[in-house]
């Protein structure tokens, strides 16, 4: 069983819908919680950071960590055919603070 | 562009050959990265740099994989007498190492085809 599971998608929504985006994980070690998304052929980018449980909003973009289930998720708002992309969950903590491990990615689709 | 930056960008080379790559991480970063991404996987660790120590190797790299970093500015990951499995992106990521919360920025990675 992989640390970090995370659905691989296609996930195609239209433009204007509200995206959900869910990793779960084993290592109840983990502490720091990232979302990076990546275009075709390049490297990932990141775009949310959260220590421990709770919520975070930056702009159209909430991350929520559960660490009692071991579940976190991305929601976009107002999604764009720009959001188009393979959004990569990833985390980091216990024993090897500094290597991340990232789930497999969901390759997300905005219809215009 | 004071991003990370990778070359080359591609590579394609044949069975049992040697293969380099270089990172030159953001300026100021004392931490450096290497990871591997194989198509519909997200990255897999394979070692980390603090200045020019290797700090940690993943059991990914096996003895035919070498990096360094010698001045503690870019590092070289070398793969040695490649096989088509080495076939993946290499991904490059540096970070200013202070703590556990640091972040990791990552260069646009190396492709590498392996026929």
């Known amino acids: 069983q992989k640390e970090v599971e995370q659905d691989p998608g296609p996930l195609s929504v239209p433009e204007g819908a509200i995206v959900s985006l869910n990793c779960t994980y084993s290592n109840s070690a983990f502490q720091y919680f990232m979302w990076y998304r990546q275009y075709s052929r390049k490297g990932p980018e990141l775009l949310m950071y959260t220590y421990s449980s709770g919520n975070k909003e930056d702009g159209r973009f909430t991350a929520q960590v559960d660490k009692s289930s071991k579940y976190i998720s991305l929601f976009i708002r107002d999604s764009q055919p720009s959001d188009s992309a393979t959004y990569l969950c990833a985390m980091k903590g216990g024993s090897s603070a500094s290597k991340i491990i990232f789930g497999s990615g969901t390759r997300l689709s905005i219809r215009p | 562009d004071t991003g990370v930056s990778q070359n080359p960008r591609h590579k394609i080379t044949k069975r049992g050959q040697n293969v380099t790559f270089r990172c030159d991480p953001i300026s100021e970063h004392n931490r450096l990265y290497w990871y591997r991404q194989t198509l519909g996987q997200g990255p897999e660790f394979l070692t980390y740099f603090q200045n020019e120590a290797q700090l940690e190797k993943s059991r990914l790299l096996s003895d035919r994989f070498s990096a360094e970093r010698p001045k503690g500015s870019f590092s070289t990951l070398e793969i040695q007498r490649t096989e088509q499995g080495d076939s993946a992106m290499y991904l490059c990521?540096?970070?200013?190492?202070?703590?556990?919360?640091?972040?990791?920025?990552f260069g646009p990675g190396t492709r590498l085809t392996v026929l």
């Open positions: 990521a540096s970070s200013l190492g202070s703590g556990a919360t640091d972040t990791q920025y």
